[in-house]
């Protein structure tokens, strides 16, 4: 935070914290802070994304194609 009250700092934009929710909200009230949610990109257009993409890795999976995006095989 010191480096925003000197101004080393024009500004910050977060999305996540150490504590989830956070307990200390000093940093986030700062008036050169923007903070969103840990989950401020999910959008109803994103959500959408992601349902196409697993409904496509389904199709492939079943069509002998392989899975994608495995984390562990």
């Known amino acids: 935070m010191t ?3 000197n101004n080393t700092l024009a500004g910050a934009a977060l ?3 150490d504590v989830e929710p956070p307990t200390d909200y000093s940093l986030i ?9 840990h989950v401020g ?11 196409a993409m697993v ?3 389904f199709v492939d999976f ?3 194609n392989g899975a994608r995006n495995v984390v562990n095989p």
Not at 29 to 37: E, F, G, L, W
Not at 41 to 51: F, G, I, L
Request: net charge negative; glycine share 4%; aromatic share 6%.
């Open 62 to 64: 079943f069509s002998g």
């Open 41 to 51: 990109a999910a959008s109803a257009e994103s959500q959408e994304n992601v349902a």
């Open 29 to 37: 009230q700062h008036s050169k802070v923007i903070a969103t949610p």
């Open 15 to 17: 999305d996540v914290f």
């Open 55 to 57: 409904a496509e890795q």
């Open 3 to 5: 480096a925003l009250n």
